[in-house]
């Protein structure tokens, strides 16, 4: 490993083209140490290089086609969606059970105004989101506030709410939404730019994706190496992007060669953005670790922890009114059973991705990458004909690993002191 460079340890170098131009130079140069500095995160995309690899290989190449690809966006982004703020949650230290009633109760009340009293689409859209707030602050007042553990508050959420969507709905299924609100889900943005058999704008999308994230990465390694922090080498870091860059442009090729881009991707991908940036750059997003990973410390610091943990639950409440609407977009109608059983899946897809069962640790990022191998593996067992048994007999154990997974790290961590 070369060392950084610095007139002392700890402190920032002292001109300001320094740290730029260490970042050409200095980092680890070793793959293998790079990923046992970080296993937790990097098995996980690795993992998913290998099951997205193994059901190509499986399905013959139909997994990897641009039909189905389409298809994995937009019956699965629901709960990517509820993975953002699953995540979140588990990080604070506590967990949701009733999300699955949450997106039932959202998409009904959504469907009752809509379809059923004839009101605007865009007016149950915004009646969906007031719905998820209240239950947001319902569960975060009684977990703030009045001390009950996130567990059970959520689970008398989870009955109450799913009672609730049985007596909004009379029982009863609604549809179909007016072609407006099926947008939300199912529609796309193709021909913007044109494009000889492929849509042009999907492509131009992929390629600011791709820059974005190698400006980023930069800038991520200038501060890192400003604060004496390890790094890879600049090759590797070089070698990482293009990786990254060829993934998502292959990516946006199958979109563009398909229906060209999900409108519900690009609300994803804002979520996405948009909580990434609050979990990692905002003092809210440090208070909720610190809350999670030493909630002693964080009162002593002065973290209104009472506070944090009501917002964390109300932003819950919020995503699930989103997951809601796209749910029932998607599904061009409210049931009264719609979200059974998100919760879990959610929740899987927050641990799979490196949540710690305990609080403090997790990311946005990983959660997203937890719930794409959950996506690809349902997807792949249902192209192959898979017993939906079996399948939830593989979901389960790719849990149980991920979990094992993350026990292991931390009995290795502690022995390494």
């Known amino acids: 490993m070369t060392d950084i460079k610095s007139s002392s340890p700890g402190q920032r170098p002292s001109a300001d083209g320094a740290a730029p131009a260490l970042a050409l130079h200095t980092g680890i140069s070793d793959p293998r140490t790079l990923i046992m500095r970080n296993l937790r995160q990097s098995g996980i995309f690795v993992a998913l290089v290998v099951i997205v690899a193994l059901f190509a290989v499986l399905t013959d190449g139909v997994s990897l086609s641009p039909g189905n690809i389409t298809n994995i966006v937009l019956q699965y982004s629901y709960i990517l969606v509820l993975a953002i703020g699953m995540v979140i949650v588990i990080i604070g230290g506590h967990i949701d059970l009733s999300v699955g009633s949450v997106v039932a109760l959202t998409g009904a009340v959504s469907a009752v105004l809509v379809i059923q009293q004839g009101h605007p689409w865009w007016l149950g859209v915004l009646a969906a989101l007031a719905v998820g707030l209240a239950v947001g602050a319902w569960h975060g007042f009684w977990v703030a506030y009045a001390g009950i553990p996130a567990f059970i508050v959520t689970l008398a959420g989870m009955l109450l709410f799913r009672g609730l969507t049985l007596r909004v709905l009379d029982n009863i299924s609604l549809s179909p939404f007016p072609a407006e609100y099926q947008q939300i889900a199912a529609g796309f943005l193709n021909g913007l730019l044109g494009g000889q058999g492929f849509d042009a704008f999907t492509l131009l999308i992929g390629a600011v994706a791709v820059a974005g994230y190698a400006v980023g990465g930069f800038r991520t390694r200038v501060a890192r190496i400003r604060y004496q922090q390890p790094v890879e080498s600049f090759p590797l870091f070089v070698a990482r992007v293009v990786l990254v860059g060829a993934v ?7 979109l563009a060669h398909a229906r060209g881009l999900p409108i519900v991707l690009i609300v994803l991908a804002v979520l996405v953005l948009a909580y990434g940036l609050l979990t990692r750059r905002t003092v809210f997003g440090r208070q909720v670790y ?20 009501f917002w964390v639950f109300v932003n819950m409440g919020f995503l699930s009114a989103v997951a809601g609407i796209i749910y029932s977009s998607r599904s061009n109608g409210a049931q009264p059973a719609a979200g059974n059983m998100f919760e879990l899946d959610a929740i899987a897809a927050a641990f799979i991705g490196g949540a710690a069962v305990t609080g403090g640790v997790g990311t946005v990022v990983g959660a997203m990458v937890g719930g794409l191998i959950m996506a690809v593996m349902s997807n792949g067992m249902q192209l192959m004909g898979v017993d939906q048994s079996l399948q939830s007999v593989v979901k389960g154990l790719v849990l149980l690993v991920a979990v094992a997974f993350d ?6 961590a502690g022995s390494a002191r």
């Not at 998502?248 to 199958?254: I, L, N, T």
């Not at 610190?290 to 943990?309: D, E, F």
């Not at 026990?407 to 290795?412: C, D, E, P, S, T």
């Open 248 to 254: 998502v442009m292959y990516f946006a090729w199958q």
């Open 290 to 309: 610190a809350i999670g990973g030493n909630l002693p410390a964080a009162m002593l610091s002065g973290v209104k922890v009472k506070t944090v943990n």
């Open 407 to 412: 026990v292991y790290n931390k009995r290795r």
